[in-house]
């Protein structure tokens, strides 16, 4: 008669079991832990997978910032706050908004700002309402990233 797994489990193969998960949830730990937001003036940080950079656990995505509702100046500044209060992870994409997000991030990150974050941009090839007026190639995406 076969025994369960967890009878054919010796003392041996136990220890080595234990001391492997806790390794693991120590190195986990140390990967996943932010700066203590008390030394940051209230905001975390932590590493950005295996680029070396150091952002905010709260990033500013920029899809709003483009949108009719919000005015061109309005964008600038809630930007700006965001940096000013230590956000330093920044997303935005070409289609928000048409580029009008991208332009006003652009205008946002002027005067020392860009120095400050860490700008994530995406290449998306998701279904629009409109008709895209760009193709999805590798020209189309450098051309943009190019420019800045």
């Given amino acids: ?31 996943l832990r932010a700066d203590s937001p008390a030394e940051n003036n209230g905001m975390g940080y932590r590493q950005l997978g295996r680029t070396g950079e150091r952002v905010s656990v709260i990033g500013l995505g920029g899809f709003h910032i483009g949108h009719s509702s919000i005015s061109e100046a309005d964008s600038i500044q809630l930007i700006r706050q965001a940096i000013d209060r230590g956000i330093t992870f ?22 020392g700002y860009r120095n400050r974050v860490f700008l994530m941009t995406r290449l998306m090839d998701a279904p629009v309402p409109q008709p895209r007026s760009r193709s999805m190639n590798r020209c189309s995406a450098c051309r943009p990233i190019a420019s800045t």
């Fill in 1 to 31: 008669m076969d025994q369960p797994a967890y009878a054919r489990f010796d003392r041996r193969t136990f220890v080595r079991a234990a001391a492997a998960s806790i390794a693991a949830q120590q190195m986990l730990a140390a990967n």
């Fill in 90 to 111: 920044m997303d935005n994409c070409w289609d928000y908004n048409d580029g009008v997000s991208e332009i006003r991030m652009g205008k946002a990150l002027a005067g």
